[in-house]
């Protein structure tokens, strides 16, 4: 039986590192990491999001404002908010939860946003400063993703890792991770031939699909480690059930490690939130970001 593994209680160590590096942050640099985030219109699934994001963000010490505004907000009047955020010194990372409503250009409000505030990592320049190898804030789910494979795997270095999915918030930027991690890369997709096979190569599965129990126990490599970002939301024996992409029940009987849904990738998001926070913070300060 596979390893499992805990991103919840690793996500929970992250966090106490954090609030370590915060207080080392006010202590000798006088200095508070600040979140924003805005959220538009009464998606109940989004509410619930903001809302355990500030929670987070002031249990580790930082500063915490949630700006809420109506469904109907104007992109010009959400464009103006974000450019009064990217003026605020106090704020040092600014998130905007998607998705927006109809009337925005959701691509438009991302790229408006500071990239050094950019603490979801979607701004172009820092997607692309994360495929050229530079410096960069990296969106929060794939940072998870790869810090729980090298937990389990260590160095990754040579290793086979396959992407399924290509989605712009997780697949690409955690295939541009592994390539940086000197893993062996490949991404998949709904054109891919043959997935099953493709997988099989794989030591490490990351799986970023959206569809329930995709991928079966007899596509994974005995000993492979598998990385379940997949919230699917499920009926079964008459009740609500979170499953991820992975059928684990199948895979768990072949892989090395897997995560479970819910309490593997999850709480690693709002956990890696915070991180960049703190990184965002000290760049903009000229402070060298502690590792974590
Ligand atoms: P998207 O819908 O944006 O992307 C899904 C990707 O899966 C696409 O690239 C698509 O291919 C591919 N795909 C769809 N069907 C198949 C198939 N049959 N075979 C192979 N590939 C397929 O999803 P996201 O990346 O936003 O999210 C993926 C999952 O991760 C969702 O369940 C989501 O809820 C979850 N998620 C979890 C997070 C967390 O843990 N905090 C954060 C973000 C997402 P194509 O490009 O060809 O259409």
């Given at each position: 039986?596979?390893?499992?593994?805990?991103?919840k209680?690793?996500?929970?160590?992250?966090?106490?590192?954090?609030?370590?590096?915060?207080?080392t942050?006010?202590?000798?640099?006088?200095?508070?990491?600040g979140?924003?985030?805005?959220l538009?219109g009464?998606?109940p699934a989004s509410k619930?999001y903001?809302?355990?994001?500030?929670?987070?963000?002031?249990?580790v010490?930082?500063?915490?404002?949630?700006h809420?505004?109506?469904?109907?907000t104007s992109?010009?009047?959400?464009?103006?908010l974000?450019?009064?955020?990217?003026k605020?010194?106090?704020?040092?990372?600014i998130?905007?939860?998607m998705?927006l409503?109809?009337?925005?250009?959701?691509?438009?409000?991302?790229n408006?946003?500071?990239?050094?505030k950019?603490?979801d990592?979607?701004?172009?320049?820092?997607?692309?400063?994360?495929?050229?190898g530079?410096?960069?804030l990296?969106?929060?789910?794939?940072t998870?993703?790869?810090?729980?494979?090298k937990?389990v795997?260590?160095?990754?270095?040579g290793?086979n890792?396959?992407v399924?999915?290509r989605?712009?918030i997780?697949?690409k930027?955690?295939?541009?991770?592994?390539?940086?991690e000197?893993?062996?890369?490949?991404?998949?997709?709904?054109k891919?031939k043959?997935l099953?096979?493709?997988v099989?190569?794989a030591?490490?599965?990351?799986?970023?699909?959206?569809?329930?129990?995709?991928?079966?126990?007899?596509?994974?490599?005995?000993?492979a480690?598998?990385?379940d970002?997949?919230?699917n939301?499920?009926?079964?024996?008459g009740k609500?059930?979170?499953?991820g992409?992975?059928d684990?029940?199948?895979?768990?009987?072949v892989?090395?490690a897997?995560?479970?849904?819910?309490g593997?990738v999850?709480p690693m998001?709002i956990?890696?939130?915070?991180?960049?926070?703190?990184?965002?913070?000290?760049?903009i300060k000229?402070i060298?970001?502690?590792?974590m």
């Amino acid at each position: 039986m596979a390893k499992l593994i805990d991103g919840k209680a690793f996500a929970e160590g992250l966090r106490k590192r954090i609030a370590g590096a915060v207080s080392t942050l006010k202590a000798e640099h006088g200095l508070t990491p600040g979140l924003a985030v805005v959220l538009v219109g009464e998606d109940p699934a989004s509410k619930v999001y903001v809302a355990n994001k500030a929670k987070q963000t002031v249990e580790v010490g930082m500063n915490s404002w949630e700006h809420k505004l109506p469904a109907d907000t104007s992109e010009s009047d959400l464009l103006a908010l974000v450019d009064k955020l990217n003026k605020d010194s106090s704020v040092h990372g600014i998130l905007v939860q998607m998705p927006l409503p109809k009337q925005i250009d959701s691509a438009k409000v991302l790229n408006a946003i500071d990239p050094a505030k950019d603490v979801d990592g979607f701004h172009v320049v820092n997607v692309g400063r994360l495929s050229t190898g530079q410096e960069a804030l990296v969106a929060c789910t794939p940072t998870g993703c790869v810090m729980l494979a090298k937990d389990v795997l260590g160095d990754l270095s040579g290793i086979n890792a396959v992407v399924i999915g290509r989605s712009n918030i997780v697949g690409k930027p955690v295939a541009q991770l592994l390539l940086a991690e000197n893993c062996t890369v490949t991404i998949a997709h709904s054109k891919s031939k043959d997935l099953p096979s493709i997988v099989r190569q794989a030591d490490l599965v990351i799986a970023a699909v959206g569809r329930p129990e995709m991928v079966k126990g007899d596509w994974i490599k005995p000993g492979a480690t598998v990385i379940d970002v997949g919230i699917n939301r499920i009926e079964r024996d008459g009740k609500a059930k979170l499953v991820g992409d992975c059928d684990f029940a199948s895979c768990e009987k072949v892989a090395g490690a897997i995560t479970p849904v819910p309490g593997g990738v999850g709480p690693m998001t709002i956990a890696c939130l915070l991180y960049n926070t703190v990184k965002a913070a000290s760049a903009i300060k000229g402070i060298k970001a502690p590792a974590m």
